[in-house]
């Protein structure tokens, strides 16, 4: 029996931690476990290639990379199951890294998994390289998520911890109730507030599929952690529900005791808090400590400072970039033991899919992100509703045929109306994963990165909605998901200044301009990053809805109104939306062009008579999606929207949303201020938005 004692040193407190004595041997089970010189001789490996990664590069992250190698060894080396030869492998382990400074930690492990080559570490943020700065999705090289804004990495695994259990409750396939999700977060992801509702949803869910590693440095960016906080994590985290353990994380025993402990949980997440040293091994030019400095967080070591590191890891300066022949061969030998492992655990799941051959076939669908046969004709929208009930006549039609999809709400479901979606589904928790709805609570970033990680998990189709002008607590996860192209559904309803008695706190006036931006960025892919729609009545709702589910490629945003919305003329056929923008009243050789979209777009309709009278022939178009229209031929868009004619937009956003659409000849009238408190009809009316003071409008710019 070994005992000893870990006396830990907290800036704000001093604590002596007793860890339990027990026998290192008597720990072996069937998984290979290494001695801890090896251990600590690979992780010492990883921290060489770390700092020699960021030296070549002149730029980078050494010291937490450096800190957190003895977790990710003890991770790879030991526990992570994964498939060598298939890294899609649908049951696979995930792990999901938060700090995406630490990229070189995450790259120099992979490579001894044989997924980056020696030369991809020396690329490392260079042009073109498959080593950039902070990782990119990359799962056939292992990278599950897109890291870098702190916080939101570790709540994409809660995500893809709830769609591992979804997936085992809808098809009981064996291979999902053993998978793992791993995540590793930071000082700077605890701090984020997006991790409070990421801690309270795991907790609450009791989600036992999932194990964080909390590198627990005590150093950040600009200052030790202390200067900004003095919060009890593990009280914080045990609060909501989770099962947490407090190491030594830079000592591999100590790291093994606790995966296992993690991995035998079954009632809640595990955190472990690995108290690790920034900067572990690193020395200055003189000889001298350079470990818990601030100053390894951002920058090379540089020059002599990182020769003596090097030589101090036992490493050559002269050669860093190696592998040595020890790490080597135990990395070999778990890739092969791996091999054999997983081997059983798919025979498992082969057996499985002989004994349930629908089920299998639904899961590789579903993996696929193949659809469903959905019967939209089958879907009748009364006439003259708002559109957010449209969107729930289509919620309510898809929970009927859609089964791996989930829907979740910021608290607002039956506001947003993405309750339609209980009409054939029951709401998740704790013991019904087979549910189809995520109450995620008054919680937009954190609902939108757990529905982001359930996409990213595959599998599953996820959906959220809010009000819109809450969209801005979304969007650093819509501008991730369009980053990574996930297909995630954004339901954004009470779309303008209509909400009224609200008052100008829930009117969205830049709102539809803000997200229209990302229509015109354009992903890696050379496709708009996010499509967005907003229908002008529920006969469009419908046909935005199916182009929406049809959208593999990028997320979706779908933009919904509060108030019932007058129907439209007779005739129209919506299957123009599939071109983003299409005729509602035809017109062949019109004075003027209306445009708008939404609610507007009736609005404009309702002013016709008035021009009639005055002998002004008007077409109307409505644009759903300028971003879906500019990828339409140059004749139809010019057909539609002629350079030069004289164009009239009218919006409840910022006159921006149009400013692309209306040519040179074109005016737009809009909203440029934040709204006001009163009934809406008022508002409409104050605001010059009723048909009357449109058409004075409009007749003022064709004259
Ligand atoms: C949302 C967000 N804010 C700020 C940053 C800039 N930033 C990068 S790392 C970091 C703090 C790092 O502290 P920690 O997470 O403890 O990493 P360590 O210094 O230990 O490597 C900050 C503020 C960021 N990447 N994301
Ligand atoms: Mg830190």
Redesign the pocket.
């Known amino acids: 029996m070994i005992g000893f004692f870990f006396v830990y040193h907290s800036p704000h407190s001093l604590f002596i931690c007793i860890f339990a004595a027990y026998n290192f041997t008597l720990c072996f089970n069937a998984m290979m476990e290494h001695s801890s010189k090896l251990m600590n001789r690979a992780a010492d490996n990883i921290r060489v290639l770390v700092a020699s990664m960021v030296e070549k590069a002149k730029s980078g992250?050494p010291?937490?990379?450096m800190?957190g190698a003895d977790f990710i060894n003890v991770l790879y080396s030991e526990f992570l199951t994964f498939d060598p030869k298939d890294p899609t492998w649908e049951c696979r382990d995930r792990f999901f890294l938060d700090?995406?400074?630490?990229s070189p930690m995450l790259y120099s492990i992979l490579m001894l998994c044989e997924r980056f080559t020696m030369e991809d570490l020396k690329q490392f943020r260079q042009w073109d390289s498959v080593t950039p700065g902070h990782p990119e999705r990359n799962v056939e090289r292992g990278i599950e998520n897109t890291s870098?804004?702190?916080?939101q990495g570790h709540v994409y695994a809660v995500g893809a911890a709830i769609a591992a259990k979804a997936l085992y409750a809808r098809t009981g396939n064996p291979g999902f109730k053993r998978e793992k999700i791993y995540a590793y977060i930071?000082?700077?992801?605890i701090q984020?507030e997006v991790s409070q509702g990421a801690g309270r949803m795991a907790g609450h869910l009791g989600l036992d599929n999932l194990i964080m590693f909390y590198?627990a440095?005590d150093?950040?960016?600009?200052t030790p952690?202390a200067d900004v906080t003095s919060e009890d994590t593990a009280l914080k985290y045990k609060a909501w529900n989770w099962n947490v353990l407090e190491i030594d994380g830079n000592n591999p025993e100590q790291i093994r005791k606790a995966l296992k402990a993690a991995n035998e949980e079954t009632a809640r997440p595990t955190l472990i808090i690995g108290h690790t040293i920034?900067g572990k091994g690193a020395r200055k030019a003189d000889g001298e400590s350079f470990e818990r400095d601030?100053g390894t967080?951002?920058a090379p070591l540089g020059g002599n400072a990182y020769i003596e590191t090097i030589k101090n890891l036992g490493a050559d300066p002269e050669d860093p970039f190696h592998i040595f022949p020890e790490v080597a061969e135990m990395y070999k030998a778990r890739l092969s033991e791996l091999t054999q492992e997983v081997e059983k655990i798919r025979q498992a799941e082969k057996k499985w899919a002989q004994e349930n051959p629908e089920k299998s076939q639904l899961l590789s669908d579903w993996f696929n992100q193949k659809l469903p046969e959905i019967p939209w004709d089958k879907l009748e929208q009364k006439p003259n509703k708002a559109t957010r009930d449209g969107s729930k006549a289509v919620l309510a039609l898809l929970s009927e045929y859609v089964p791996n999809m989930i829907v979740s709400s910021a608290d607002l479901c039956n506001s947003d109306k993405t309750d339609g979606f209980l009409a054939h589904t029951t709401p998740i928790s704790r013991t019904n994963f087979a549910g189809g709805f995520l109450q995620a609570g008054v919680s937009e970033l954190s609902m939108a990165c757990v529905c982001i990680g359930m996409m990213l998990h595959g599998g599953i189709i996820s959906a959220m909605g809010t009000f819109f002008v809450f969209s801005d607590y979304m969007k650093?996860a819509v501008r991730m998901a369009a980053l990574m192209e996930t297909p995630v559904k954004f339901v954004w309803t009470h779309d303008a200044f209509r909400v009224g008695e609200d008052g100008p706190t829930h009117e969205p006036v830049e709102q539809e301009a803000q997200i229209r931006l990302m229509e015109k960025l354009k992903n890696h892919s050379g496709k708009d990053s996010v499509r967005v729609f907003r229908p002008c009545n529920n006969q469009a709702a419908t046909q935005c809805w199916r182009l929406a589910m049809e959208n593999v490629e990028t997320p979706t945003a779908l933009i919904f109104s509060r108030q019932a919305i007058k129907d439209l003329p007779e005739g129209v056929d919506y299957i123009g939306v599939e071109k983003g923008a299409y005729e509602v009243v035809k017109e062949e050789y019109p004075d003027v062009i209306l445009l708008a979209s939404g609610s507007e777009v009736s609005t404009l309709v309702d002013t016709l008579p008035l021009l009639q009278e005055k002998n002004i022939k008007a077409r109307v178009i409505s644009c759903p999606s300028e971003g879906l229209f500019r990828r339409q031929s140059a004749e139809y868009q010019e057909k539609l929207l002629p350079a030069d004619a004289k164009i009239f937009a009218l919006t409840a956003g910022l006159p921006a949303t149009f400013e692309g659409l209306v040519g040179r000849n074109g005016y737009i009238y809009g909203l440029d201020h934040f709204g006001y408190s009163a009934p809406y009809q008022v508002l409409d009316d104050k605001l010059g938005f009723t048909p009357q003071q449109v058409a004075d409008k409009i007749i003022d710019f064709v004259k």
């Open positions: 992250h010291g937490g990379a800190g700090p995406g400074h630490m870098g804004p702190l916080g930071s000082d700077g992801g984020e590198d440095n150093i950040q960016l600009s952690t920034m601030c967080h951002g650093p």
